[in-house]
T-cell receptor, first 116, second 113 residues
Framework: DAGVIQSPRHEVTEMGQEVTLRCKPI?????LFWYRQTMMRGLELLIY????????DSGMPEDRFSAKMPNASFSTLKIQPSEPRDSAVYFC??????????????FGDGTRLSIL | GESVGLHLPTLSVQEGDNSIINCAYS??????FIWYKQESGKGPQFIID?????DKRQGQRVTVLLNKTVKHLSLQIAATQPGDSAVYFC????????????FGSGTRLLVRP
């Protein structure tokens, strides 16, 4: 079965440019998560969608970050304008939430973002 | 994957030995726990999970133990193989926010041939 698919795998761009990261969750999963991983802060939840609706965006750093989920099979995370401190690995994860029980989150292989 | 923090704990074991990776969790109200494995350049990979109504769960070559009294979680890997070399994260979720996983800082496992 296909796992969570993210693109691009690597992105290098200059500060001030718009960056768009893409995610295709596992088919049938109803929840989608965007995380950011850095050496200093570890894995941080940015935003959580359930049934395509943003439920919790309290982890989004600031207004430069936005995320959308137009349908059950696609989500984007956009940074505009980008800054060097946004450099990190961004992961998308999906899961099937209950009832009766929730299932574990499954992660994609991430997008390594470098802002020069 | 990324090293988390400046001082990632490292466990070095001989191939074929058993490994035990420990994790202290923070919230006594957490009711679901997961272990993830992260290899270099890849995302966290689900290994095994356990709910708070259990104290032990076994998978293929892995066992998770949960001690709620001292808020401690451990992952045991039997007959450790070179392919087990990775960073291992435990994660807990708070009962009232089932989606919100809180990740530990990670332990790097090195398997010596």
């Amino acid at each position: 079965d296909a796992g969570v698919i993210q693109s691009p795998r690597h992105e290098v761009t200059e500060m001030g440019q718009e960056v768009t990261l893409r995610c295709k969750p596992i088919s049938g999963h109803n929840s989608l998560f965007w995380y950011r991983q850095t050496m200093m802060r570890g894995l941080e939840l940015l935003i959580y969608f359930n049934n395509n609706v943003p439920i919790d965006d309290s982890g989004m750093p600031e207004d430069r970050f936005s995320a959308k989920m137009p349908n059950a099979s696609f989500s984007t995370l956009k940074i505009q304008p980008s800054e060097p401190r946004d450099s990190a690995v961004y992961f998308c994860a999906s899961s099937l939430e209950g009832p009766p029980v929730d299932q574990p989150q499954h992660f994609g292989d991430g997008t390594r973002l470098s802002i020069l | 994957g990324e090293s988390v923090g400046l001082h990632l704990p490292t466990l070095s074991v001989q191939e074929g030995d058993n490994s035990i990776i420990n994790c202290a969790y923070s919230n006594s109200a957490s009711d679901y726990f997961i272990w993830y494995k992260q290899e270099s350049g890849k995302g966290p990979q689900f290994i095994i999970d356990i709910r708070s109504n259990m104290d032990k769960r076994q998978g293929q070559r892995v066992t998770v133990l949960l001690n709620k009294t001292v808020k401690h979680l451990s992952l045991q890997i039997a007959a450790t193989q070179p392919g087990d070399s990775a960073v291992y994260f435990c994660a807990e979720n708070y009962g009232d926010s089932s989606y919100k996983l809180i990740f530990g800082s990670g332990t790097r496992l090195l398997v010596r041939p």
